[in-house]
């Protein structure tokens, strides 16, 4: 741990009662958080640890300087790279979580009671064991029955299972440090040798606003190995430019993820659920031009879009009904 002449702990990202996020993945831009109190400072085996009570976020995990999740807004993204992909999945009994140390996946997931079984698998038992102290909300649902923990490389997990889990979502930080495999095409691989068949992937895609290369990249291998690849976002103001996204891919073709398979009543959305509903999970895959047209989704010579084009020659082929 680190601490200041006075005793109290003290971290290199906060100075003058303000935590800044500023990386390589986001040049020439920063958040800025203003602290009440360090809580927890830490070298884990495989990261920075640092857990302290802002001014009005609630208490915030950071990981390597780059902030993971507040109490303020965690419902967000938790509730996003959750619940569009189980309500794609008609019968999602198995449900793994690789990263997602903080419970936040988890606590989402049996929500659902299709979920029979939810395994969460994270590298680094200390983002567990601070989550416990610090983030109850979050970290509650370790405390279900149906939660089964490994702490280990979820890489390595996954090739030792085969045709096992319904749903596989990961919960990454950025593609750097303990991370980086998991934004590689033998790591999608894995996750569909994984899954059963009609088994569902979502996994953390990052921000339209800065990463459109990486999000093609991702979205054009795994194009090839399933049959269904989609992008989705939501809006999460301590994220850098309050964006981040989500792939989602399906082994089932005839999965269509911008229609909810299954829902809740209004009534039981409102009780469950902070951000998500059916409205929102169908928004949540339209995407502003400059993104359709940097991954691939607009046939940009023609102006229209890819799949719209094929309808409309498929539609011109056919034999017209001469019912009416």
């Known amino acids: 741990m680190s601490s200041s002449a006075s ?21 020439g831009q920063s958040m800025n958080i203003e602290v009440n109190q360090v809580l927890h400072v830490e070298k884990s085996k495989f990261q920075d640890v640092l857990v302290f009570e802002s001014k009005t976020y609630g208490n915030v995990l950071v990981l390597d300087g780059v902030i993971q999740v507040t109490e303020r807004d965690e419902f967000s993204y ?21 990263g997602g140390g903080d419970g936040g996946v988890l606590r989402e997931a049996i929500k659902h009671p299709q979920v029979k079984e939810a395994v969460l698998c994270d590298i680094d038992e200390a983002v567990i064991r ?3 102290k610090y983030l109850p909300s979050l970290s509650v649902s370790y405390a279900d029955p149906k939660v089964a923990v490994h702490i280990g490389d979820g890489f390595e997990f996954l090739q030792n299972k085969k045709n096992y889990f319904d749903v ?6 950025d593609p750097v440090g303990p991370a980086e495999s998991l934004y590689q095409s033998r790591y999608y691989e894995l996750m569909r040798d994984a899954l059963r068949g009609g088994g569902i992937v979502s996994t953390q895609g990052e921000c339209q606003w800065l990463h459109l290369p990486l999000i093609k990249e991702v979205l054009t291998f795994a194009r090839k190995l399933f049959p269904v690849a989609e992008y989705a976002y939501t809006t999460i ?7 981040i996204g989500f792939i989602l891919c399906s082994k089932d073709k005839t999965t269509n993820f911008k229609e909810p398979l299954r829902r809740m009543s209004p009534e039981q959305e409102l009780r469950l659920f902070k951000y998500y509903n059916a409205d929102i999970h169908r928004a949540a895959f339209v995407l502003p031009n400059f993104t359709r047209l940097a991954i691939g989704d607009i046939d940009q010579s023609a102006g229209t879009p890819a799949a719209a084009a094929a309808t409309t020659t498929a539609a011109a082929a056919a034999k017209p009904d001469e019912s009416s």
């Open 7 to 27: 005793g109290k702990l003290a971290h290199a990202n906060i100075s003058n009662g303000w935590f800044r996020e500023s990386g390589a993945m986001w040049p």
């Open 237 to 243: 103001p301590t994220y850098p430019s309050g964006q």
């Open 168 to 173: 596989i979502i990961t919960d990454s930080s």
């Open 78 to 98: 938790q509730e996003m790279i959750t619940h569009p992909a189980l309500f794609s999945h008609p019968n999602p009994e198995r449900v793994l979580v690789i």
């Open 130 to 132: 601070v989550s416990k």
